[in-house]
C-alpha cells in the first residue's frame, strides 16, 4: 500500500526485556515523526527526523528510548530494559518535509504491552 | 510551545442533530490548526487544516472547522451527523521546532452518534 506501514501491529514482551518497533514511511516523505499515545491520551510526541539525521529528539521520556533511520526511509524505535510504564501505542507519521505546512500521515501503530 | 486544549472529553449527539466538539489554542504568532479523527484501532486520518484565509475550512466526510481568533477556537462542527462519526477527534497545532515542526495534540475528545 501506499501508506505509513508499521511492524509489528502488537508486541507483547516481559518487563526488562528490548524492543523494536519498525516504522516504513510513505514514498519520497523526508519528515518521519515517532509519537506514543497511552489510553486515553492523545499522541505524545516522541522524536522526528529529516532525512537521516534525528532533528528534534526532546520528547524521548529517557535514555531507553533511541531511533534511528540510517538511510533516510525505514526508522526503528528502539526501546531498552522496558518497563509497565512503556506500555503504550507507539505511532509513525511521515510528511513531506518537516517545514511544510501540510498534514501529517499516520500509520496504525505498534501496540506495546510490558507485563 | 504552542498548545490546543480539548474541554470536553465525551460528546454524546443523536443522528441527524449538528456535531460540535471543541478546541481552544494557545500560541504565539499565526496557529496552524488541525483536526484528526481516531477510529478504533486504527491510526489518526485527517480531516481538514486552517492555515490562513478564510475562517470555515472544510474537510472530509462532511466536516468543516471555523477558526475565530478573537476566541482563539477552532471548533470542529458537522451540520448532521451519522452513527459512523463515532469516533476519537482531536485537535492539533503546528508546533516550530529547530530544524522544521510537529504537531502537539490536545487530549481528545469520545464523540459518540446514537442512531
Known amino acids: 500500500g501506499a501508506g505509513v506501514s508499521q511492524t509489528p501491529s502488537n508486541k507483547v514482551t516481559e518487563k526488562g526485556k528490548y524492543v523494536e518497533l519498525r516504522c516504513d514511511p510513505i514514498?519520497?516523505?523526508?519528515?518521519l515523526y515517532w509519537y506514543r499515545q497511552s489510553l486515553g491520551q492523545g499522541p505524545e510526541f516522541l522524536i522526528y527526523?529529516?532525512?537521516?539525521?534525528?532533528?528534534?529528539d526532546s520528547g524521548l521520556p529517557n535514555d531507553r528510548f533511541f531511533a534511528v533511520r540510517p538511510e533516510g526511509s525505514v526508522s526503528t524505535l528502539k526501546i531498552q530494559r522496558t518497563e509497565r510504564g512503556d506500555s503504550a501505542v507507539y505511532l509513525c507519521?511521515?510528511?513531506?518535509?518537516?517545514?511544510?505546512?501540510?498534514?501529517?500521515?499516520f500509520g496504525e501503530g505498534s501496540r506495546l504491552t510490558v507485563l | 510551545a504552542q498548545s490546543v486544549a480539548q474541554p470536553e472529553d465525551q460528546v454524546n449527539v443523536a443522528e441527524g442533530n449538528p456535531l460540535t466538539v471543541k478546541c481552544t489554542y494557545s500560541?504565539?504568532?499565526?496557529?496552524?490548526l488541525f483536526w484528526y479523527v481516531q477510529y478504533p484501532n486504527r491510526g489518526l486520518q485527517f480531516l481538514l487544516k486552517?492555515?490562513?484565509?478564510?475562517?470555515l475550512v472544510k474537510g472530509s466526510y462532511g466536516f468543516e472547522a471555523e477558526f475565530n481568533k478573537s476566541q482563539t477556537s477552532f471548533h470542529l462542527k458537522k451540520p448532521s451527523a451519522l452513527v459512523s462519526d463515532s469516533a476519537l477527534y482531536f485537535c492539533?497545532?503546528?508546533?516550530?521546532?529547530?530544524?522544521?515542526?510537529?504537531?502537539?495534540f490536545g487530549a481528545g475528545t469520545t464523540v459518540t452518534v446514537r442512531a
Open positions: 507519521a511521515s510528511s513531506l518535509t518537516s517545514t511544510h505546512t501540510g498534514e501529517l500521515f
Open positions: 486552517y492555515i490562513t484565509g478564510d475562517n
Open positions: 500560541v504565539s504568532g499565526n496557529p496552524y
Open positions: 527526523f529529516q532525512g537521516t539525521g534525528a532533528a528534534d
Open positions: 514514498s519520497g516523505h523526508t519528515a
Open positions: 492539533a497545532v503546528r508546533d516550530i521546532t529547530r530544524l522544521g515542526y510537529k504537531l502537539s
